[in-house]
């Protein structure tokens, strides 16, 4: 079996993690067994491109337990853990190609190296897989792949961008976009998450600082309620008028950036977009000043032009690189190289939320396997059922009941929905 990671010899300190993440996945494991019984995937060469944590072993055990031969990589350079890579080949037998800090060379080394396995299906976390099999070399590896799934709002941006531009080789569910994944998982996960990040690279206090979170969408909802409930004052930027007039009433300060700069403590990116915090900005802030981003690319801290203003950085803890600005000697703290915070110095989101994302993940692939037939080569949304499906399992693994409509209830509802 060929695989590329740090150190196999990190494998059981990987696999007790992967079990920890486990416990906290009772719908991922209800569909486990399923699959372990009826084998749904059974042959199917499926290329993953995912952040390589303990949540994304246990959807790998699944879709190999439902007969699939899964060949992974990671989504990022910085976010894989490398005890986890070293358990996935050494204890479940999963052909890994990542290790945590890889440069841009050997990233897309490890992307052509799971793509060398000849996928039929594709399961994504911000396109660049899919990307790198839509290029011309590789193109026709496209005629071969039956369809795939996108985890990340990123990635199914880009994949309309190529859908409408009739470039896309197959159908791709967004599995971003089902109500049971960005509604935790970017909410409540990144939330969480990215405060734990910042935490851990800086051990700075929130409570009483300037928290300025850029783009006030899933993830900087969550972002910004956390911050909120350690006690800091959340300044919310936005392009948006909509999101900004909900930050307001969700109790936020609103300000373009250029305002924001001089002000903020804390600075976090959570946009999609790219320059979101320039040059002009980072030479207004405080002194000590921390930036960094919890969107899917290190493109939204301008960090060659954050270069042009500074002498050499400084590492000055493991995450934090330390900029000095020389027209004012103001010293700007980048956390992780701008790459995704929550992913790089932390562990990522809870099992819990990955739970459901990872249950939307394997249903998916199995309603793909099911369908391809009859889809073309479109981002299709995760069927509602399937949706609603994971909802009720998940309260019910949480011991929680809710109500049922009565019989005169379900006609009533009805008799509006047909206008009467
Ligand atoms: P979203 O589309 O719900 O929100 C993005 C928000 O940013 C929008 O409200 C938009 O108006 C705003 N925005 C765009 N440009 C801006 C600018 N220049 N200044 C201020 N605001 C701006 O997207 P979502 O789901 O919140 O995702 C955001 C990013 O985070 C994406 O790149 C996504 O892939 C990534 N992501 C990261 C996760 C993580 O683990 N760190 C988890 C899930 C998503």
Redesign the pocket.
Known sequence: MKYDVKDVSLASKGVDRIEWAEASMPVLRRIRSQFEKKKPLEGLRIAACL?VTTETANLMRTLKDGGAQVFLCASNPLSTQDDVAAALVKKFGIPTFAIKGEDNRTYYRHINAVLDARPQFTMDD?ADLVGTLHKSRKKQMADDVIGGTEE????VIRLKAMEAARVLGYPIVAV?DADTK?LF??RY??GQ??IDGIIRATNVLLAGSNFVV????????GTAMRAEGMGANVIV????PL?ALEAVMDGFRVMP?AQAAPIGDIFI?????I??IRPEHFVRMKDMAIICN????NVELDIPGLKNLCGKPRRVREFVEQFTIKRNGHRINLLADGR????SAAE??PACVMDMSFANQAKAAQFVLKNYKKLENKVYAVPEKIDTDIARIKLKTMGLKIDKLTAEQKEYLASWELGT
């Not at 930027?237 to 948006?240: F, G, L, N, Q, S």
């Open positions: 952040h911000g990340t709002t990123t990635g971003n960005h998982d970017n996960g990144t998450s990215s850029c783009g006030y969408g899933w993830c900087g909802r930027t936005e392009v948006d999101r950036i990116t959570a946009t999609g977009d320059n979101v919890t969107g899917h690319f995704l915070v929550n992913l990522g989101h």
